[in-house]
């Protein structure tokens, strides 16, 4: 007798909070009949049921859509999301898989149209452009209850089309990774052959090092470097030891023969060799004759 008491004060307590009366404004008290009374019916004021929501396993079929072209295909793998607020949990995932074949073929009939108008090697942006169609989903009116779909897609690249541009792909990356390593090996044997410079140069005492000591130093650096870098160096050194003796060998011939040509045509030939050589070995032009000027200028 006291539970049953205790009961009625919790009903009253909750009539009040729902309705705003007061006790003496209420003239009879809500009040079950025996302990196993419906509860899946609200009492007048509460509000009304939540939505549940359910996602069913995702099908071992896949879909298949036309794209661009009609010679491409993207595989689709539908996802569905069932809600409804006038059916249990359980009764809605029965309903739901009631509902899923119809469901999937309103889904094919709609991705169809838009699927073909995407490029069948962009799954990414056919994927966007399915799902902006599907937004919002549609709803079954069900004997149970009104029960909402809201669909999503997943699309795969075709895979013959996969086969074909995988090579591509891993060429692409090989040489992006190639280029990465290239250029960070290159920073390093930098830093390592301006080091050796520096060793180099306060071992020699020579200071700050100019073109002309580094152009002699830098092989001997390269040396001591990187193996790749001190071959590319040394064939460096060895095409502009070349063409010094062209120089040379030019200076010569044009000595010997000198009065055989007139003098303007000697003039210049002797500066095309000597413009050629300077440019190769990184010279200014006449830059000796400066050096020299300023060797014999007489103290004032």
Request: aromatic residues 6%; charged residues 30%.
């Amino acid at each position: 007798m006291t539970e049953r008491k205790g009961l009625r004060t919790r009903l009253r307590n909750w009539w009040r909070r729902v309705t705003g009366k007061s006790g003496a404004e209420t003239t009879t008290d809500p009040e079950p009949e025996d302990d196993t009374a419906n509860t899946d019916t609200p009492p007048v004021g509460q509000a009304a049921q939540a939505e549940v929501g359910v996602e069913l396993p995702p099908g071992e079929d896949v879909l298949t859509v036309a794209a661009r072209g009609d010679v491409f295909t993207f595989e689709l793998l539908p996802h569905f999301r069932w809600s409804s607020q006038e059916m249990t949990l359980d009764s809605l995932r029965e309903r739901a898989a009631l509902h899923e074949e119809a469901a999937r073929g309103k889904l094919l009939r709609r991705a169809w149209p838009i699927a073909r108008t995407c490029d069948p090697a962009d799954p990414m942006a056919a994927e966007k452009a399915v799902n902006k169609e599907l937004r919002g989903g549609w709803c079954y009116n069900d004997e149970k209850g009104l029960i909402r779909c809201r669909p999503s897609v997943r699309l795969r690249i075709d895979p013959a089309l996969r086969e074909h541009v995988l090579p591509f792909h891993l060429a692409e990356l090989r040489l992006t990774e190639e280029h990465r390593l290239g250029e960070l090996k290159a920073g390093q044997v930098q830093a390592r052959t301006e080091r050796w410079l520096r060793v180099m140069s306060e071992l020699e005492l020579l200071g700050t090092l100019g073109p002309a000591e580094r152009r002699l130093l830098v092989p001997f650096a390269a040396a001591l470097a990187d193996e790749d870098f001190f071959k590319v160096m040394q064939a460096l050194k060895n095409t502009r030891r070349n063409g010094a003796e062209a120089l040379a060998q030019v200076l010569t011939d044009a000595t010997r023969n000198h009065e055989q040509v007139g003098l303007f045509e000697y003039a210049n030939a002797y500066d095309k060799a000597l413009s050629e050589f300077c440019r190769q070995m990184g010279l200014s032009p006449f830059s000796w004759v400066d050096t020299v000027a300023d060797v014999e200028e007489p103290a004032p």
